[in-house]
């Protein structure tokens, strides 16, 4: 079942957008739960120079079958022009947790 699971990562630069952004996926069923860490530095290149801002991390609990409609919903709704979007596959884990996210996004 770990192989079904995947937590999928995008970032903020604004923490009521991350929490409209966590919320609006648990409860459209395309997350099971959400995660937002504390805010964090971030530096990268825009537009040929390099940039910093604070950021929030959000990191999505799903699935793999739910990972295309998650991902098309928060490019629709994600104010950045490219926002960051990642997978990392989930290898192992309690069963009873990994269950859970499949029953939740089902």
Do not use: C
């Not at 022009?81 to 069963?95: F, R």
């Amino acid at each position: 079942m770990a192989n079904e699971i995947v937590i999928a990562q995008t970032t903020s630069d604004n923490e009521d957008q991350a929490k409209a952004l966590a919320w609006g996926a648990v409860e459209s069923k395309l997350a099971a739960g959400v995660h937002i860490d504390a805010p964090m530095t971030a530096f990268y290149w825009w537009k040929g120079k390099v940039e910093t801002a604070q950021e929030w991390r959000i990191s999505y609990m799903t699935t793999t079958d739910r990972l295309p409609a998650l991902e098309a919903w928060m490019h629709e709704k994600h104010p950045y022009d490219v926002p960051q979007w990642i997978t990392l596959p989930v290898t192992g884990g309690s069963e009873a947790y990994l269950s859970w996210v499949v029953a939740e996004t089902a």
